[in-house]
């Protein structure tokens, strides 16, 4: 069943972990259009691609020989770091670029790092790193610098979803919301698809906080929006429910009805989209308490 994009005021706090889904649009879209994404706005022309899927490791196996935080006469601090190596190891030097990476992250302190040789040859072991082998930074692209109409212009609806994200060129915002809908409408055929689409729009709005304005512009434009199927939307309904039951019966409500679910029921009710039979059933309430809910939203001192 079709409900209104955004009913009413779930707080979903960061403990949700937003971001997941954030990140998981993102990987997904771009992966598919990687070798397009990659020429026009990182600047790398792509001839051939594999996915890495290998998770990348935030420990070593093994830990470090010797570490120590010193402070010297001038009252300088720094991590003095001494690894004992008795073969003659041709990764070394990357793998003590790893030891610097971690222990800079967690103490924030100058790093020495001394290898101790105490092998029978001559060590051969590089000691340093080829300039492209050295982290020094990294590439930031900020896609609110990037102009909305570029992302608008493509025919892939994955980029023009990313239009939400750039910059509106100081349009207003129903303005770009409409022209944002109206080129992945005119892209996608197939209602399903075009449902997902709209989820995917509506995630990324609210990286913007324009959750409010893209419901107003989908509802003018005629086009509604699947709530629960929005995780957002279904974690809303878990949150109201778990507020219930960790804050117990509030005082004054009638048969026991939970705090949360009464937030849940109160946030629906307002936003006018959907009938009493259906609030009750996602609040597992009768239909008849739905509505001692609904007088009391209309009572002027209420």
Known sequence: MSKCFYCGSFE????YDM?????????ENIGEHFLSLSKTYLGIEVASSEELKDKLQTTLEREADFLRKITTPKGEQMIIQLEFQSTDEQGMAERMQLYFAILRQKYKLPIRQFVIYVGSKPPKMRTRLKPEEVFTGFELLDLRQVSYTQWLESDIPEEVLLAVLGDFQQKKVSTVLKQIISKIVKLIDDPGTL?????????????RNLVIETEQTLEYMGLTYDIEKDVFY??????????????????????????????????LLKS?????EEVARIAELSVIDVQKMADQIKKPDS
């Open 19 to 27: 971001s997941n889904q954030y990140d998981k649009i993102f990987k």
């Open 234 to 267: 279904q974690r809303g309904v878990k949150k109201g429910q778990q507020e219930g039951i960790e804050k117990g019966h509030q005082e004054g409500i009638e048969k026991g009805i939970t705090q949360g679910v009464v937030k849940m029921v109160i946030a």
């Open 195 to 207: 449902q997902k689409y709209i989820r995917q729009l509506a995630t990324f709005a609210r990286l």
């Open 272 to 276: 006018g989209k959907m009938p009493l």
């Open 12 to 15: 979903l706090s960061k403990s």
